[in-house]
């Protein structure tokens, strides 16, 4: 595709539930970002893959939330039992490599119910 | 600290004026240099990429860089009411993550 597609683009769940964000990126693109934003805020830093290894999951909040990428493509973002405070868009970004532009999706917005 | 400050606005100004935005930082390993703007309800569209210090034009816009200062800006000439919306500074070392700012509100009045 032409740009960083993401999957769904609207989510309502309730407490307590699993829920799958997909992400495809660019094509060719091997880095890949995923970011949570809420209302008024700045995008907030989760999780950083270089190909199909996480080279940075500083930012996860706590082991609900994890993320994969297993073939260096489509990516993954899985949040287990489900919290209000999960409620947030959840954007991911892909660039050609480590030091370039990121290019964003139009996000998934989770609502948690 | 966060490690980007912006302000966040809300910043109001009548059509054709000349609008200027700034983040400051404090780590000075940042290399790389953003910025998106983001409409309500979509995600961010990357307007400006700089590397190290500097000015870079495209257009309406241009981007400037004072790693001395840790002071980014992005100036827009002639603004539209179509560039009302979120302007986010990002900023990142090569082999990190980005660091956003919170984003500055603008709204340009016809």
């Known amino acids: 595709g032409a740009g960083v597609s993401q999957t769904p683009s609207n989510k309502v769940t309730e407490k307590g539930k699993y829920v799958e964000l997909r992400c495809d990126p660019i094509?060719?693109?091997?880095?890949l970002y995923w970011y949570r934003q809420s209302l008024g805020q700045g995008p907030e830093f989760l999780i950083y893959?270089?190909?199909?290894?996480?080279?940075?999951d500083s930012g996860l909040p706590n082991d609900r939330f994890f993320a994969v990428r297993p073939e260096g493509s489509v990516s993954t973002l899985k949040i287990q039992r489900t919290e209000r405070g999960d409620s947030a868009v959840y954007l991911c970004?892909?660039?050609?490599?480590?030091?370039?532009?990121?290019?964003f999706g139009q996000g998934t917005r989770l609502t948690v119910v | 600290q966060k490690e980007v400050e912006q302000d966040p606005g809300p910043l109001s100004v009548p059509e054709g004026a000349i609008v200027s935005l700034n983040c400051t930082y404090s780590?000075?390993?940042?290399?790389?240099f953003m910025w998106y703007r983001q409409y309500s309800r979509k995600g961010p569209e990357l307007l400006m990429y700089t590397y190290s210090s500097g000015n870079k034009e495209d257009g309406r816009f241009t981007a400037q860089v004072d790693k001395s200062s840790k002071y980014i800006s992005l100036f827009i000439r002639d603004s539209q009411p179509s560039d009302s919306a979120t302007y986010l500074c990002a900023m990142k070392v090569s082999g990190y993550a980005l660091n956003f700012g919170k984003g500055t509100s603008l709204l340009v009045t016809p």
């Open positions: 893959f270089q190909g199909t290894g996480a080279a940075d």
């Open positions: 780590n000075s390993a940042f290399q790389y």
């Open positions: 094509s060719g693109h091997t880095a």
């Open positions: 970004a892909s660039s050609p490599n480590m030091g370039t532009e990121a290019f």
